[in-house]
């Protein structure tokens, strides 16, 4: 007889039943090894330095006369309170440094540029720590609203007060020999250091004028020389760190100069060759976005470059064809906006873009019916305006462009033989191109080489370059078949017969078109 236990009975009694047995119990699993504690040691060095008064202040921002300056040295380190003051060198004037605060603030009153050594004493006891350093404030003249007109019959340049009409007296006037310029064509203000720059063809060279330069004074600085690649500076700008930017009418290029170029300064790079779209530049400037954009007035397009571009670069865009309106484009610059502003020298018009790829860029707006826009401006009321062939226009200091203006004679009881100016407005063709020139000159109708030509001059003497196959008659008609295409530049000279006899003389371009 066999017997079993109870879970036995109750398990049988499942089976019998068809139950399903319950899980057995698992079992327990081994014992997991654990890993044994490992332990290191290494010698480690803390070196605490000792507390060191420090002047955090590196630089200064530059100040304008007349302009309230603010700005706080800050030092590291010291215990408060702390005493500042200059140990040597010399503030600007109207500037004062607060003892307590460390506060420079105040007017200046004196252009220049300010060195000085600073010191700062803290409160550690039981000796004080002391720190110093070097700084300077360079300040710059209040530079008022105007507008420049270059004169390249009379080689001067001339300022006017924003907002002047009329017969009115120039602020200031540069003109004389001591001047150097020769048949000037172009002129832009740093809006920061108040320096001029003036293009004159006839040399070629960039004069350099202190902010107020008036009458028959020395340039401070000249660019000049073999290596500044200089050759018919027609247009000038500067970028947002100074730098200057020439158009080269001649050469077809953009050549770019440091800040503070002088002499025979070497390029710091060239924008030139048959990709870069460049014919006879006449117009610069910038937008928004740091580009450059040149009016062409030889090819009657505006091209786009990048900032930073040189060599042959191929534009970033270009805007030109026939709806664009673009008829001898001599003047260039940006509006609030961001648009393009184009004074059209042989279309007698101003024209707005906007900046885009668009090759055949209809214009936004036409103002029509200005005699000879040489260029084009906009001033802090955003109203555009132009030099003409009378007398310029209002505009902002930070892009004057050229104008005809002859100037006024005031000479009381004396009388002046003058050249005169005949101007001719060009239409443009397949067969005839037109092409705008420097300001200083009246236009002269251009001709494809080989097309017989005829124009009179009411001038007396000899040229000093004509094109092969054009000569000056002595009753003052140029008359000839342009031979070779290119740009050529001359003087004429008018003698009358008066006792004692009085000579006047005026340079001239002429352009010369290859014939399709």
Known sequence: MVTSSGPARAAARRRASGGTPPPSAPSAPACARQPTAVAASEPVTITIAPRQLTITTATLANGKIGTA????????????PLAWRVSSGHLPPGITLNARTGRLSGAPTQVGTFAFTVNVTDATQPQP???STSLSIKVGPSIQAAVYATDGGYSAVQSFPLGSSGNGKPTTSITGNLTGLNATTAAVIDPVS?????????????????????????PSSVITGAHTGLSYPAALTLDGSGQLYVGDHAANSVTVYPADA????????TISGADTGLVAP????????????????????????????TGDAQPLATISGSSSGLTGPQGLTLDATGNLLVANLFGGTLTEYTPSDN?????????SGVALPDGVDVDATATSTSPTSSRASASTPRRHRRSHSNGNDRCA??????????????????????????????PLPN????????????????????????RLRHAGTLIGRPRKHGIYLFTVRLRDSSHPTMIATRRLVLLVWKNR
């Open 447 to 470: 001709s494809p080489a080989s097309q017989s030509r005829h124009h009179a001059l009411p001038l007396d003497g000899g040229p000093r370059k004509l094109p092969a196959g054009v």
């Open 282 to 309: 006449s117009g610069l400037t910038f937008d928004h976005t740091g580009d450059l954009w040149v009016a062409n007035a030889g090819a009657n397009t505006l091209t786009e470059y990048a900032s930073g571009a």
């Open 413 to 442: 009881g004396h009388r002046r033989l003058r050249t005169k100016r005949r101007s001719r407005r060009a239409t443009v063709g397949d067969s005839h191109k037109q092409a705008a020139r420097g300001a200083h000159r009246p």
């Open 69 to 80: 300056h603010s700005q706080a040295l800050t030092a590291a380190m010291g215990i408060a």
């Open 129 to 131: 720590m002391t720190a």
């Open 194 to 218: 108040g320096m001029l720059y003036i293009a004159s063809a006839g040399t070629p060279e960039i004069a350099e004028y202190p902010y107020g330069a008036s009458g028959n004074v020395q």
């Open 262 to 269: 002088a002499g025979d300064q070497k390029l710091l790079a």
């Open 359 to 367: 090759p055949d860029a209809k214009p936004v707006r036409t103002i």
